[in-house]
C-alpha cells in the first residue's frame, strides 16, 4: 500500500429501492434477486467518517487535489465517500475528474442576464463524464477478478455513444481477462462517437430500434448469463459520478450557498450521483448548505419532467414515453433505469433543502440547439447536452425559478466535436422534420470560397496569391498601413 494511501475501509452493501433487503457485494447485481428493484451501494460505517470535523475533509481532500499518487490523482481523491473498499493496485486511472469549471465569457453573461459556469466533462478521457462512472466500476470488477481468480469476463454495455465510449477505453486499458461488448442503436450513433469503441477494439452489435430496445438485451443478458453490465444499473458507476458533484463543491471552497446546479436527464444516473454527491457532503458538515439541482430533459424524451409536473406528490404517477429523435442523444431515453433512485434521493433533498431544492425542466429541441451554439459562439465546448442545460437556464429564468444572485453551474456531459453532425444539419437546415429544428440565420456558419479552382489554374503563383489576398480584403474590408 503507498504510503499516503487512505487507511479507512467502509463496509459497502447493496440496498435494494424496492424491497429494502440488502446484499453482498462479493456477486455482481445489477437489480434485487428478490423484487427486481434497482440498487444503490451504502457505505454502513458511513457515519463514522464523522469523527472527523469538516475542516479535516476539506484539508484531506485539497491536498490530495495535488497528488501525484496515481489511485489518488482522479475521482479517488475522494475515496473515503465513494468506495472505500478497493485497494490501490485496483484502482484505474486514465486521467478522468478534476474537469475544468469555466465561467461563461462577460458577452454571454450579458445576453443571459445571471451569473453561470459550466463544467465541461467532455474533457474527460474519452470525452464524456461516463469516465468517473466507469472508473469506478472498472476498479470494482478488477478487484473482483483479482479476488476470484476469474479467467474471462464479459463487459456489455448498451449506449448511445458515450457509454460505449467510456467502456471499451476502460476495457482496453484493462486487459485481459476482460472482453468488451457493446450494443448500440442502428443508425442513432454520430459517427465520431462510433468510432471510439470500434478504435479500442470493442465488439460493436448493433440492433435496430432506440436505446431502450438495447437496454432491454443488455437487461437479458445480465439475468441470463455471467456478464458484467456496465450501463447504470451498475450501481458502482452511479458512486463513481458522484465525484461530480464533490469537485464542484471543491471548487467553489465548499461554499454552495445560492448555487444552482443544472444536469441533463437521460437514463437518470447522473442527476442521482450528483444528488447522492451532495447529500453525502451535507451529511459530513463539508457544505453549510445543499446547491438547487435542476434536471433538464427534451420534450422528446421526458417521463421524468411529466412525474414532477404534478406538484402534489400523492398524485404523481411515472409513466415511461416513447421518445421522438433528440439532438440530445445521451438523454433520448423514454424509461430511465434510475428513475426510482432519483425520486429517493429527490425526497431526501427536499426534506433537507425544502421546496424548490429539486426541479425537472422541459425544453423543445429548438431551445436546445440555439443554445449549445450561442454557448460556443462565445468560446465554451458545449454538447447538445450542455445547450440542453443552457436552455434549461434560460426557461428557468424566464420562469422565476432561478433569481440573479444564484450561480448556475451547467453540465457539458461530453465535448461538442461528438456532436458536430448536428451543428452540421443546423448550418445546412438538413434536420428531418420529427427534430423540429429549424435554423436562425444569425447562428448559421458557413465556409466561404474565396477564389474557384478555375480561377486559380489561370493565374501564376504570384498573381493567385495577390488576386486571393485581395478577395480576401475585399471580403474584411481591410484597410491598408498607412
Keep these: 500500500m503507498t504510503n499516503d494511501f487512505p487507511t479507512y475501509r467502509g463496509n459497502m452493501e447493496y440496498f435494494c429501492l424496492g424491497c429494502e433487503e440488502r446484499f453482498d457485494i462479493g456477486e455482481l447485481h445489477y437489480t434485487c434477486p428478490r423484487c427486481g428493484g434497482v440498487f444503490l451501494l451504502e457505505d454502513t460505517w458511513f457515519d463514522s467518517l464523522a469523527e472527523n470535523p469538516p475542516v479535516y475533509w476539506k484539508s484531506l481532500f485539497d491536498k490530495r487535489a495535488a497528488t501525484k499518487t496515481t489511485s489518488l490523482r482522479g475521482i479517488f481523491r475522494f475515496y473515503e465517500l465513494m468506495a472505500p473498499i478497493l485497494e490501490p493496485q485496483d484502482i484505474v486511472y486514465l486521467g478522468e475528474g478534476n474537469t475544468p469549471v469555466i465561467e461563461a465569457s462577460p458577452a454571454l453573461s450579458k445576453i443571459l442576464g445571471t451569473p453561470m459556469a459550466f463544467k465541461n466533462d467532455g474533457q474527460n478521457p474519452s470525452a464524456s463524464f461516463k469516465d468517473r462512472g466507469m472508473a469506478c466500476a472498472f476498479s470494482f470488477l478488477k478487484s473482483l477478478v483479482r479476488e476470484k481468480n476469474w479467467d474471462s469476463v464479459l463487459t456489455v454495455c448498451a449506449s448511445t455513444g458515450d457509454t460505449s465510449a467510456a467502456a471499451a477505453q476502460y476495457a482496453a486499458y484493462v486487459g485481459h481477462p476482460l472482453t468488451s461488448v457493446v450494443i448500440l442503436p442502428q443508425g442513432k450513433v454520430t459517427p465520431a462517437q462510433l468510432s471510439q469503441p470500434l478504435g479500442s477494439g470493442a465488439i460493436v452489435l448493433e440492433v435496430p430500434g432506440v436505446f431502450d430496445d438495447c437496454m432491454k438485451v443488455v437487461e437479458h443478458l445480465a439475468d441470463n448469463y455471467r456478464v458484467a453490465l456496465l450501463n447504470s444499473k451498475n450501481a458502482w458507476r452511479i458512486l463513481g459520478q458522484e465525484s461530480y458533484a464533490f469537485e464542484v463543491a471543491q471548487w467553489y471552497d465548499w461554499d454552495t450557498y445560492r448555487k444552482a446546479v443544472f444536469v441533463p436527464v437521460g437514463n437518470a444516473g447522473n442527476i442521482t450521483a450528483v444528488m447522492s454527491g451532495f447529500l453525502k457532503l451535507q451529511r459530513l458538515g463539508v457544505i453549510p448548505s445543499l446547491p438547487r439541482i435542476f434536471g433538464v430533459q427534451s420534450a422528446h424524451a421526458d417521463p421524468v419532467f411529466r412525474f414532477y409536473r404534478e406538484p402534489d406528490p400523492a398524485k404523481r404517477a411515472y409513466e415511461p414515453v416513447k421518445v421522438i429523435p433528440s439532438v440530445a442523444q445521451a438523454a433520448m431515453i423514454g424509461n430511465p433505469v434510475s428513475f426510482p433512485r432519483v425520486k429517493y434521493f429527490a425526497e431526501q433533498y427536499e426534506k433537507i433543502g425544502g421546496p424548490g431544492s429539486f426541479q425537472v425542466i422541459q425544453v423543445e429541441e429548438q431551445e436546445i440547439m440555439d443554445a449549445m451554439l450561442l454557448a460556443n459562439r462565445h468560446g465554451h465546448i458545449s454538447c447538445t447536452q450542455g445547450g440542453e442545460c443552457l436552455a434549461g437556464l434560460i426557461r428557468a429564468k424566464e420562469a422565476g425559478l432561478i433569481e440573479t444572485s444564484e450561480l448556475a453551474i451547467l453540465d457539458a456531459t461530453a465535448h461538442s466535436l461528438k456532436f458536430s453532425g448536428f451543428q452540421e444539419m443546423y448550418f445546412t437546415n438538413s434536420f428531418p422534420a420529427e427534430y423540429g429544428v429549424t435554423p436562425k440565420p444569425g447562428l448559421v456558419n458557413k465556409p466561404e470560397l474565396v477564389i474557384t479552382p478555375e ?28
Design 455 to 482: 480561377e486559380k489554374a489561370a493565374l501564376t503563383p504570384e498573381e493567385y496569391t495577390v488576386k486571393a489576398a485581395e478577395k480576401v480584403v475585399a471580403r474584411l474590408g481591410l484597410a491598408g498601413k498607412n
